[in-house]
């Protein structure tokens, strides 16, 4: 039996208006556009950076 990757379930719960150019850009590569949008990404290093840097605009949930 295959062993499921990790997934985390991410949303977008605050404005970025007034964040960083890197914050704003951590919340595009994550696949967010919309405040409420919900995305699934794949578990990686980068991704894990990506929401350690935004977890204050974000709710995160870890899937698989």
Do not use: Y
Request: glycine residues 4%.
């Amino acid at each position: 039996m295959a062993k499921m990757a990790k997934t985390f379930v991410v949303t977008l719960k605050r404005s970025t208006i007034k964040c960083t150019q890197d914050q704003k850009d951590a919340v595009r590569v994550l696949g967010l556009k919309k405040i409420r949008q919900t995305v699934e990404v794949k578990d990686s290093a980068a991704a894990r950076g990506n929401i350690m840097k935004v977890q204050h605009l974000i709710d995160v949930e870890v899937k698989g």
